[in-house]
């Protein structure tokens, strides 16, 4: 057995471990520390008798207290439910509107609208409610049936052009390919394009041409000035939104052969009083009118 090593600075005993010539001191653990810890495993074992801790075949031992965290996660839960009936049955048995004008009741409204909105439709308007080519911004204040939040509600409880629901809302261009010849598809196409100053090079004698077929062909839904009719989901067709594209070439497909975009109706699936909920959350992202 070798000798104990002294630092001769410190007087104290070595460990005998030695790292370039740096040995470690063995000194002892302070008092302090030790009691510290002692009173810490003593706490531990009183813990694990008291409070559940122990773990069984099927469970684990109750404790003499018979703590359980999911009991009262389970109350709270129960609290929070009870609170929020009292909202649903204030949004059952109002209107949107009245929603909109109880403070609290909106804001219960639009917090659970938000929930039901990332589930059923950001697959098509994105997180944001942004949209995308084909699916509109639920952001801006442009509204094919109107952006009042009744006018929301009845679109989303009905849909847009769903053959399964007698109440969804129809409006379907025709597809003028076979009306018009393909020289004044792109006469109207560039004259549409002209409303937003995006007719490119199209030529002002074509560009009037344009205009003559729109008045015969288009204007009946569209309008003369463009502006479109919301009574018949008739797109304005003098400003900036476009669900696809702006540009001569993406109108004149439109025009040739138009898509017509299909949303669900979610009346059925979801409850009227999350179609509530829905239609003022999408409401309340500014572009309601």
């Known amino acids: ?32 520390w030790l009691l510290t810890f002692y ?7 009183i813990y694990t008798i008291v409070y559940p801790a122990w773990p069984m075949i099927h469970s684990a031992t109750t404790g003499l207290l018979g703590y359980s965290s999911r009991r009262d996660i389970s109350t709270e839960l129960a609290a929070v439910k009870a609170t929020k009936a009292d909202y649903i049955k204030a949004i059952e048995a109002k209107s949107v509107t009245d929603i909109i004008a109880d403070d609290k009741l909106r804001t ?8 039901a909105f990332k589930v059923n439709c950001v697959q098509c308007h994105g997180s944001g409610a942004q949209g995308s080519p084909g699916y509109p911004n639920l952001n801006d204040d442009e509204w094919l049936w109107g952006g009042t939040a009744k006018d929301i509600q009845q679109t989303i409880a009905h849909g847009i052009r769903y053959a ?23 006469q109207v196409a560039s004259f549409v394009a002209s409303l937003t100053g995006h007719a490119g090079n199209a030529k002002p004698e074509a560009i009037a041409a344009g205009k003559e077929l729109f008045e015969q062909n288009c204007a009946a839904c569209h ?4 502006k479109g009719n919301r009574e018949v989901g008739a797109p304005n067709l003098t400003d900036a939104i476009w669900l696809y594209g702006s540009s001569p070439a993406a109108i004149a497909a439109q025009i040739k052969a138009p898509k017509h975009g299909v949303m669900p109706a979610w009346g059925v699936r979801l409850g009227d009083i999350t179609v509530k909920e829905l239609a003022v959350y999408v409401h309340s992202l500014g572009g309601g009118q």
């Open 108 to 115: 219960f409204a639009v917090a659970a609208g938000a929930a």
């Open 164 to 186: 399964e629901d007698p109440n969804t809302r129809v409006s379907e261009m025709p597809a003028f390919g076979d009306m018009l010849k393909p020289d004044q598809i792109m």
């Open 39 to 45: 009173a810490t495993v003593v706490w531990a074992v």
């Open 223 to 226: 309008g003369s000035d463009g």
């Open 1 to 32: 057995m070798s000798e104990k090593q002294i630092d001769e600075v410190s007087g104290v005993s070595t460990t005998g471990h030695d790292w370039d010539g740096i040995k470690e001191l063995d000194n002892p653990m302070p008092r302090w």
